[in-house]
């Protein structure tokens, strides 16, 4: 079974762009939460959707949103672009909110 | 002050020894997960722990849940090379509507 792919794996963007990375989910799964990662502040959750429906979001300003469309594929978009939003941005799958597996992550850059 | 705190941050090991790296919670643990990352790539699922005293191995590396300290231990026999990266714990805890994570534990196996 193949696992949760992320696209594209690195991206660099300047400031005040907006970007969209895209996460696959494992086949059969229903759930798809997204987290940041940078250095400072580790591991943090953004959103979690389920059947299209966000069931939780993060502490994240609304530049930070996403979608899950019906085969499950979600997608996160980050507008007018900071310094600071530089990270690696992972995607986990599960079934329904148990085990989550994570992709390979997309790594942002912003200059 | 972080929910769920994991020490050490870092640890350098000698290759073939033992090393436990551990997670506590400030709150009342449902669930904890541990999962290993290579620097800049996604987290790999090790295993989960439900049950207070359950203890899970895979390979080398056996984890234990103590549901009264809230706290899981993660320990790795006779280390090797391919066991270094960093280490982070996961929890379903009170209050939290998703999962949360702790800081990491940085692993060096030095030959």
């Known amino acids: 079974k193949a696992g949760v792919t992320q696209t594209p794996r690195y991206l660099i963007k300047t400031r005040g762009q907006q970007v969209t990375l895209s996460c696959s989910p494992i086949?059969?799964?229903?759930?798809v939460s997204w987290y940041q990662q940078t250095p400072g502040q580790g591991l943090q959750f953004l959103f979690e959707?389920?059947?299209?429906?966000?069931?939780n979001k993060g502490n994240f300003p609304g530049r930070f949103s996403g979608r899950q469309f019906s085969n499950s594929r979600s997608e996160m978009n980050v507008s007018t672009l900071e310094l600071g939003d530089s990270a690696l941005y992972l995607c986990?799958?599960?079934?329904?909110?148990?085990?989550?597996?994570f992709g390979p992550g997309t790594r942002l850059t912003v200059l | 002050s972080q929910e769920l705190e994991q020490s050490p941050q870092s640890l350098i090991v000698q290759e073939g020894k033992n090393l436990t790296i551990n997670c506590t919670s400030s709150?009342?643990?449902?669930?904890l997960y541990w999962y290993k990352q290579k620097y800049g790539e996604g987290l790999i699922f090790l295993m989960m722990?439900?049950?207070?005293?359950e203890e899970k191995s895979h390979e080398k590396i056996t984890a234990k849940l103590d549901e009264k300290k809230q706290q899981s231990s993660l320990h790795i026999t006779a280390s090797q090379p391919s066991h270094a990266g960093i280490y982070l714990c996961?929890?379903?805890?009170?209050?939290?509507?998703?999962?949360?994570f702790g800081q990491g534990t940085r692993l060096t196996i030095n030959p």
């Open positions: 959707y389920f059947s299209e429906t966000q069931r």
């Open positions: 086949s059969g799964h229903r759930s």
């Open positions: 709150k009342t643990l449902y669930g």
């Open positions: 722990l439900q049950k207070g005293g």
């Open positions: 986990a799958s599960s079934r329904r909110g148990d085990t989550q597996y």
């Open positions: 996961g929890a379903d805890i009170q209050g939290a509507q998703k999962l949360v």
